[in-house]
Nanobody, 116 residues
Framework: QVQLVESGGGLVQPGGSLRLSCAAS????????MNWYRQTPGNERELVAF????????NYADSVKGRFTISRDNAKNTVYLQMNSLKFEDTAVYYC?????????WGQGTQVIVSS
């Protein structure tokens, strides 16, 4: 079965960095685009970053452009989100997701708290 497991969240000061990882299993990872979303209490999940399957092209929410970088390692079935210059408003639960055979799958999420 499809499984997505995020890790790497934590507490960081404003201006700091974190790298999130999402380990995927149960599907042919290299054939599927991957996404990172985030969610704060009372709000809908927001698409943060996208990476395509073949070309590795990327797209970002305006709020994180120039600060976040999504990447993938198809040999390790893992997608990453490098987050630099973190701001208070980046505090959220971060989820990776994939649409596999027309079904959306989500990990359990990893909490990122930006606080001084």
């Amino acid at each position: 079965q499809v499984q997505l497991v995020e890790s790497g969240g934590g507490l960081v000061q404003p201006g700091g960095s974190l790298r999130l990882s999402c380990a995927a299993s149960g599907f042919s990872f290299s054939n599927y685009a991957m996404n990172w979303y985030r969610q704060t209490p009372g709000n809908e999940r927001e698409l943060v970053a996208f990476i395509s399957s073949i070309s590795g092209s990327t797209n970002y929410a305006d709020s994180v452009k120039g600060r976040f970088t999504i990447s993938r390692d198809n040999a390790k079935n893992t997608v990453y989100l490098q987050m630099n210059s973190l701001k208070f408003e980046d505090t959220a639960v971060y989820y990776c997701s994939a649409r596999v055979r027309y079904v959306d799958y989500w990990g359990q999420g990893t909490q990122v708290i930006v606080s001084s």
